[in-house]
């Protein structure tokens, strides 16, 4: 029998978690609650390999639901939420304060209905892309706030899902958008591929693979993780399926080892 993962028990359920990309020592995880009636938090955990336990190193109240978090690859103290509050979706950007507090920096202005997820690009720290249920939008940061540079329609009747940059071609970024996977020049905000019908029903998310620049991986409401080349989009035949979910697959990540995920 395998060992006993390591758990951390939160006071209210989650669904934002994500590695801290700053921290190059401690392995640091920002995970952000979403109780429709109580105060929600968001929590630094940094794992104690000598108790081989999680730690809880930092409390930040924040009182509407937290459906994202996307912390900056440069700075340790900053990071986005997306929230929603009575049925309102915005996106933050905010930095953690000692003292377990936290100091609003801006709320990001013009983005349109729900919203996904945000993005903090990790090869330009001066550009954020929200993923919004009709749109994909940029926005761009510096010292002065945080504006929109740039947007694109998802298209007629595609609602988007999920996405990614890719991790070493700063231009490139992946969206889940109805039952296909779209491919994104950030520079002119243009599509330059698709991979249609990648899913039998929506595709929930992308990820791509830190070890390989042409491979990417998908999952959906049909159960199944999906691995794709980004050369061959022209085909809707996966490189390889895997199923024995027994639910829908809201989340997939490529592990950053180079075996296979």
């Known amino acids: 029998m395998g060992e006993a993962g390591i758990t951390f028990s ?5 669904r934002a978690l994500i590695a801290h990309p700053a921290e190059k020592v401690n392995s640091v995880w920002i ?8 105060e929600n938090e968001v929590r630094f955990l940094q794992y104690d390999a000598d108790q081989e336990r999680l730690l809880s190193v930092k409390i930040l ?14 700075e340790g103290d900053l990071f986005f939420t997306v929230w929603s509050k009575v049925g309102t979706y915005g996106v933050s950007l905010w930095q953690a304060l000692p003292m377990d507090t936290m100091s609003l920096v801006t709320d990001l202005q013009g983005h349109q209905g729900v919203i996904r997820s945000v993005k903090w690009h990790p090869l330009q720290p001066d550009l954020a892309i929200t993923i919004e249920e009709g749109f994909l939008r940029t926005w761009s940061i510096t010292s002065g706030g945080v504006q929109a540079s740039g947007q694109a329609d998802a298209g007629e009747l595609v609602q988007l899902w999920g996405g990614a940059l ?16 779209q491919l994104w020049d950030l520079r002119t905000m243009s599509r330059t591929g698709e991979v249609s019908g990648a899913h039998r029903m929506p595709v929930r998310d992308v990820s791509f693979a830190s070890h390989n620049e042409h491979r990417f991986v998908t999952g959906g409401d049909d159960c199944r993780l999906r691995f794709w080349d980004m050369r061959m989009l022209g085909k809707a035949e996966a490189l390889l399926e895997l199923g024995g979910h027994s639910h829908w697959l809201w989340r997939g990540q490529d592990s950053p080892l180079p075996d296979p995920p």
Not at 31 to 38: D, F, Q
Not at 64 to 71: G, L, Q, R, T, V
Request: charged fraction near 20%; charge should be neutral.
């Open 166 to 181: 890719h991790p070493r071609q700063k231009d490139v970024m992946a969206t889940a958008g109805g039952n296909n996977v």
């Open 10 to 14: 939160l006071r209210y359920q989650a």
């Open 31 to 38: 995970v952000g609650t979403n109780s429709l009636r109580e």
């Open 61 to 74: 109240a924040h009182n509407a639901e937290i459906w994202d978090i996307s912390p900056s690859a440069t």
